[in-house]
C-alpha cells in the first residue's frame, strides 16, 4: 500500500482504472465506459485475453435466454438458480446467485451486443466442448442426479461461436475476448499493455485513489477519480498461496497465465479486504466425458463413488480431493471408443478376458473389482443404478472382454485453477473484514469468490466474470469522486 | 482499527496485553512474565478456561518426553514429526512441526514445572479419552494404517491427570488449565475479566500498541509497551465466517465458547494479516473408538470407506466432508458392546439374522452391502485387509446374526471446532499478506493456523496452544518498545 500523500506527482489519470485485460477486467472496463467514465486497463503481459481466451469460451447462461428459445429450449431463473445453488455449495453465494441468474437473459443479449456471436445449435452429447462450432450445450451435469431431481435440466452453455474446431481455428474463449476487446476499443478505453500493478494507493481517509504500477523498469503513478476495479486472475500460479489455502491444487496442470499469482487478493487483504472459500479449487479430469458415462468409473479399492454421468468437473473434483487423484475407468469393447481417448492421450492400460483377472493385473484387492461389477451390471440390466443414479440412458451391463484406462496420468490428470478470492458485494465492491466495504475498491473475475463458490461448473467463471465485471465498472464509476 | 492519536488517555498498561484466558492466553501470559514482562490478560467472560477447559486434556507431546520414558515408550523426534506431517496435511506447517517436535520433551518439563500432574500409566486400549486417570495413550492413529508405515508408533497423548473420571470428577482440559491458572497467579499477571476486546489501537508507524476493550458498557483502553497477543480461540461459533470458509462445519455440535466468534482473527485481517487453511476443521464423530475398531464402517452405499482402526477423528472428517455425514457401523454379537454403545447415546439400529436382511432394512442397493461383508470377511479370515489395511488386531469375521448402528445422529454425530486461523511465524509474530510481520502484533492457539493444519489429531490445539503460546508471550516480551 502506498500513501496518497506520497505520490509526487500522477502519471495517469482515468475515471476508473481496471487491472487486468482478462473477460472481467474487459466487462468492467465496457461497464464503466457505459456508464460514461473514461477508463484505463492496465495488463502485465503483452496482450488482451489472460485465462479467459485460453479456455474454451463455456458461458454459463440461462433462465430463457434468446439462443435456449432458439435451440427449443424452456428454462427459468428459478431452475437455473436452484442448480446452481446445489452445484455450486456447499458455501454456495445466494446473493449473487439470485441477481446473476434474474440478469441472464439480458447479459446474453448484452454480450450479443458487444460482438459476441453465438450459433443457434444445441449439442446434445456429453463433452467438455462441442466438437464444432454448436451454440449451446448441457455443461454442468444439470440432467444428471442429484441435479435432475433439484431443478428442472436445461442446457446452459452458451459458446461464442468460432471457425469449426476441427477445422484447427482458435476456440471459444478467444473469440469471447476477440470481441470484448473490440467493444472496449470502440469506447476509447485506454489499454496499457506491459504494466503490471504492483501496489494501491490509498487516500488519508483510507479510500483507493489509484495505483502504483510498473512498466519497462519504471514506476508509473495511476490516479483513479472514482474507483479501481482489481480483475487479474486467481491464485493458481503461487506456490505459497496454494500451500496456505489449497494444497490439494499444487502439482497438476495449471489453467491460467503468470498472472494468476494472486497479487490483487493479496493487495486488497492488506487494505484489510476479506476473503471468501479459498481452498477451493476446479480439477477438470482428463477424460472425455462421453468415454466416461459408458463406463464404470473406480477408485484404488476396486469401488465406485460416483454417478458416471456427472459433470466430469465434478468427478475431478471428487477423485482429487477425495480419492487422493487416483481411479481407473473400466470398459467393455462396446463401451470403449478409439477415438474419444486417443484425443485426450488415453489408452486401456489393461484388457482382460475376465473382471477377475482385470482386478488382478491391476493390483486390485481380490474380489473388490469382481463385486463391484457383478453388482453394476446385475441392476444395469434393469435400468436401474440405486448406488449412484446414472441415468437409465447410459446404464448397460459391461459383457465379455474388459479393459481399463488407468487415469492416474501424473500432471496432466487434472487441469486446475483457483475459485476463492475476494468478498464482493452485487456491485464488485470489495468487502472489509469488518463489514464495511474498502471505498474505491472493486473487483471482479477469479480475483473473488462468485458463483463458482466451491463447486464447479463450466462456464460459472467466464460467466460471473462478465456479469460481475460489468457491475463492478459501472458501480466503480458512479463511486463517490475520490478528489 | 483505532488509531493511537485518537486515544486521549491510557486506562491501563503493560508491556505485554494477552486476549484470551484459555491455554494459549494463560501460556503466553506465563511465557511473557518469565521473560520479565509485567502481563494484563483480558478475557470476555466471567472466568477462566475458555474451550481448553471443557475439552478432556489430550496434550500431543512426544520424542521421548519423562511421561514416554517413565512409561517404557521409545520416541523421537523425528518420528513425531514425520508422523504429524503425514497426519495433519495436506499444507501441513513443516516449520511449525520441527521446532514444536524438537522442543516437545521441554515442554512437557515446563507444564509439569507449572504444576500440571500426569500419571505414569499407559492406556493401550482406543478410545477418545482414557476411562480412568491414566496418563499416556495413543491419539492419533500412530499404530495404524498409513501412519504406521510412516513413522514408528508411539502414544503421544498426554492427559493431565484428574480424580477419577469414573467418579465424577472435572477432566483433563479444566486440571490443565486450573495448574496454569494457578502459575498465572503466581507470576502476578493482572487477568481482567468480563472485558471483550474490539479494537485494536495502531501507532503511527503501523505497530500495535494496545486494545480498546469493552467492561461494563464502558471504553477502556489498554497499552500494550511491548506487544499484544491474540489468543481468543477459532471461530466455530461465527455463523456468517462458517459460511465463507469452512460451511462443512455447519449444523453440528460446536466445540467452543461464545469467545470463539472469530473476532481477533478479523481484527488482525483489518491490518493486512494472512490467514491460512481457513476451511480446515475438526469433526469428532460421536462414537466409541472400542466399538469402531470391531465393526464395519460403510457410507449410504453399503461400501467401506476407511480403516476402522484410524483415529477417530479423521473418521469423522471423512464421513462430514465426503460422505455428507452419513454412515453406519456394521457389528456382530462378539464385536458389540452395550456399554460401550450407550456410554455415546447408541444403540442397535437393526438387528438381522443374515446380511442380506440387514442390507433391505437398511435400504441399501441389493447386493451392496453383501459384497462388502462378503469381501472383508474373505480377508478377515487371512488376517487382511487390502482395502483399507485394518491391523490384524482388529480383523475377525462377522458371524452370526448381525446389526448395525444408525451414526447418523442429527447435530451431534459430530464435534466440530475451526482449525483455520492467522498465518503466524513460529514465534507467534503475526504475518501480514505482504510476507513482513505486523510490529507489536502476536497469536497463538485456534486463533491461528497451527499444527493441526488440515487433519487434525487429538491434543494438538492444546499441544501448540500451549507451545506456542508461551513463544508468542516471550516473543511479545522482548519486542521492541513501542512508546
Known sequence: MTAEADIERWDLDADVVVIGAGCAGFSAAIGAAEAGADVIVLERTGGWGGASSQSGGLIYLGGGTALQQACGIHDTPEAMAAFLRAATGPGANDEKIEIYCEGSVAHYDWLVECGVPFKAELFTEP???????????????????????????APRGHVPQMRDKRTGERGGGWMLMHHLASTVERHGVDLRFDTAVRSLVVGAGGDVVGVIA??????????????????????????????????????????????????????????????????????????DPGLLVRGILVDRQGQRFINEDSYPGRVGQKVLNERQGESFLLLDEE??????????????????????????????????????????????????????????????????????????LGMYTFATFTLGGLDTTIDGEVRHVDGSTVPGLFAAGRTTSGIPAVGYVSGTSLGDGTFFGRRAGAAAAGSPRSV
Not at 464444432?132 to 444439470?142: A, K, R, S, T, V
Not at 475376465?354 to 453388482?375: F, I, K, N, R, Y
Open 127 to 153: 463433452g467438455w466442448e462441442p466438437p464444432g462450432d454448436e451454440g449451446l450445450m448441457f455443461c454442468g451435469g444439470e440432467a444428471a442426479h442429484p441435479f435432475r431431481e433439484i431443478a428442472a435440466p
Open 214 to 287: 510498473r512498466h519497462m523498469g519504471e514506476d508509473v503513478s495511476v490516479r483513479a477519480r472514482h474507483g479501481v476495479v482489481l480483475a487479474s486472475g486467481g491464485f493458481v500460479q503461487n506456490v505459497d498461496m496454494l500451500a496456505q489455502h489449497a494444497p490439494q491444487l499444487e502439482g497438476w496442470a495449471k489453467i491460467g497465465t503468470d498472472g494468476d499469482d494472486g497479487l490483487s487478493i493479496r493487495l486488497a487483504q492488506g487494505l484489510g479486504a476479506a476473503v471468501v472459500h479459498m481452498n477451493a479449487g476446479e480439477s477438470a479430469i482428463s477424460v
Open 335 to 408: 463401451a470403449y471408443d478409439e477415438d474419444a481417448a486417443r484425443r485426450f492421450g488415453l489408452r486401456l492400460s489393461w484388457v482382460c478376458e475376465t473382471v477377475e483377472e482385470l482386478e488382478t493385473d491391476m493390483g486390485l484387492p481380490a474380489g473388490s473389482l469382481q463385486a463391484t461389477v457383478e453388482t453394476y451390471n446385475r441392476h444395469a440390466a434393469n435400468g436401474e443404478d440405486p448406488l449412484f443414479h446414472k441415468s437409465e440412458r447410459w446404464l448397460r451391463p459391461l459383457e465379455g472382454a474388459i479393459g481399463a484406462i488407468d487415469l492416474r
